[in-house]
Nanobody, 118 residues
Framework: QVQLVESGGGLVQAGGSLRLSCVISRTLGSFDALGWYRQAPGKLREMVATISFDGNTNYEDSVKGRFTISKDNVRTTVYLQMNSLKPEDTAVYYC????????????WGQGTQVTVSS
């Protein structure tokens, strides 16, 4: 069973920064892609940022230039650095893995709350 444990959420004022961390219980090279998703109240879960096994990144339009996804293979951790936070970034943020050893298996963390006050 693959486990993902997120941390780093919290309450921050608009314009502030947070860094989310997700520790994964398997070597990062065993996944095709890692990512961060978010779900705000009353809305569908949406992709925020993804990083492929070879380091290619992809971002949702509203976070481009403000958020940065990265990974540390030694610590088996994926990060989301969030700068210039806005109230509309308020959501539960989830860590995700896709393509475990080339399979269709997908895993999620338990989520971490990010609240941005105006």
């Amino acid at each position: 069973q693959v486990q993902l444990v997120e941390s780093g959420g919290g309450l921050v004022q608009a314009g502030g920064s947070l860094r989310l961390s997700c520790v994964i219980s398997r070597t990062l090279g065993s996944f095709d892609a890692l990512g961060w998703y978010r779900q705000a109240p009353g809305k569908l879960r949406e992709m925020v940022a993804t990083i492929s096994f070879d380091g290619n990144t992809n971002y949702e339009d509203s976070v481009k230039g403000r958020f940065t996804i990265s990974k540390d293979n030694v610590r088996t951790t994926v990060y989301l650095q969030m700068n210039s936070l806005k109230p509309e970034d308020t959501a539960v943020y989830y860590c995700n893995t896709k393509g475990y050893w080339g399979t269709a298996a997908e895993y999620w963390g338990q989520g971490t709350q990010v609240t941005v006050s105006s």
